[in-house]
């Protein structure tokens, strides 16, 4: 899957046609189910935003962190929710307890497998999270496309985006033997966003025409004006 999305030719349009777009796919692990998913995103950028107005990178990185939960349009296939949504994790090693779900796992050949039930699996200590596979979702989409497309955004801005459904390593401390002197780095900036993500959207609505041109700039600024998906 990931080497079939990561061929980026599903289609071409812009960031904000994109956030559109959005509007048209239903996450059902997200709690506010009643709420467009462009708001979800742009509740998030203006709460950073105003906490944090000389980083226009995290805000524009609020804005653009789950857009590739257009993986469930059927312009792109309409994946399983399974696929795409949800708590993502590494492969190769031992599943976490701390991962939702864990005794399901217990189903997964890797479970069994010496090669990959250890706490390291295929990896080594500080082998840095670039060199682990990590399960397949929106997530590791939206860095793909980002990365694809040449984006300007500071590594940072894609450690957010790539890991931000990671919620075993940023929520419960795991897998940080993984890590190396970078990811240490990117993980402060991950913590500081993860405050303003799930569960923590205002029920003030925003006006999204008012806002609208700022965020156009900010897509100017890091992103070509097409991109391919």
């Known amino acids: 899957m990931r080497t079939e999305y990561g061929k ?5 349009m812009g960031i904000w046609e994109c956030c ?4 048209d796919v239903i996450d059902e692990s997200d709690p506010d189910l009643d709420e467009p998913q462009i708001e979800h995103l742009l509740q998030t950028a203006e709460a950073i935003r ?7 990178w995290m805000h524009l990185t609020g804005l653009i962190h789950d857009l590739g939960k ?4 059927p312009g792109f296939g309409e994946l399983p929710q399974w696929a795409v949504v949800g ?3 590494p492969v190769g090693c031992a599943f ?3 991962i939702v779900h864990h005794k399901y796992f217990e189903e997964n050949p890797d479970y069994h497998n010496s090669d990959y039930n250890t706490k390291y699996g295929v990896y080594s200590e500080g082998c840095g999270l670039n060199n682990v596979m990590m399960s397949w979702g929106h ?10 497309n040449n984006t300007t955004l500071p590594p940072a801005a894609l450690f957010i985006i790539r890991y931000h459904s990671f919620y075993a390593l940023h929520k419960s401390g795991a897998y940080r033997h993984l890590m190396n002197e970078e990811d240490t ?6 913590q500081i966003f993860n405050k303003y993500d799930l569960y923590s959207k205002s029920k003030v609505r925003i006006d999204v025409e008012k806002v609208k041109p700022y965020y156009l700039s900010l897509i100017e600024k890091y992103f070509p004006a097409k991109l391919r998906w």
Not at 20 to 23: A, G
Not at 70 to 73: A, F, K
């Open 8 to 12: 980026l030719n599903k289609m071409e």
């Open 20 to 23: 559109e777009l959005l509007n």
């Open 50 to 56: 105003k906490d944090y107005p000389n980083e226009d």
């Open 70 to 73: 257009v993986l469930l349009h």
């Open 87 to 89: 708590d993502t994790f």
């Open 96 to 98: 976490d307890k701390s």
């Open 139 to 148: 997530d590791d989409y939206m860095y793909l496309v980002s990365k694809g």
């Open 185 to 190: 780095e990117n993980m402060k900036w991950l």
